[in-house]
């Protein structure tokens, strides 16, 4: 997550960004169904759970195993998390 990319709107409101989860599977095209995914030597499971950051315009903008993780790194860039089922 870079910090431009969650500048204040026009009237100086800080931009909500929407945490929801994901499986592995799902995030990368590369996932061959029942096979491990690496990635810049991290080793995830198909069916492992990770947690997308979506900006207001539906853009995901951040990845990370750990939900906790993904509001704190949203909120350390200025942006107020919600979750999303």
Do not use: C, K, W
Not at 44 to 65: K, S, T
């Amino acid at each position: 997550m870079a910090p431009e990319q969650f500048e204040q709107n026009e009237t100086g409101v800080t931009q909500t960004v929407y945490v929801r989860p994901i499986a592995a599977a799902d995030v990368f095209e590369q996932a061959v169904p029942g096979n491990r995914i690496e990635i810049d030597g991290v080793t995830l499971e198909p069916d492992q759970q990770l947690y997308a950051i979506h900006d207001e315009d539906g853009r995901r903008v951040g990845l990370f195993a750990d939900r906790d993780m993904a509001f704190a790194a949203a909120r350390m860039h200025g942006v107020t998390p919600v979750s999303v089922h």
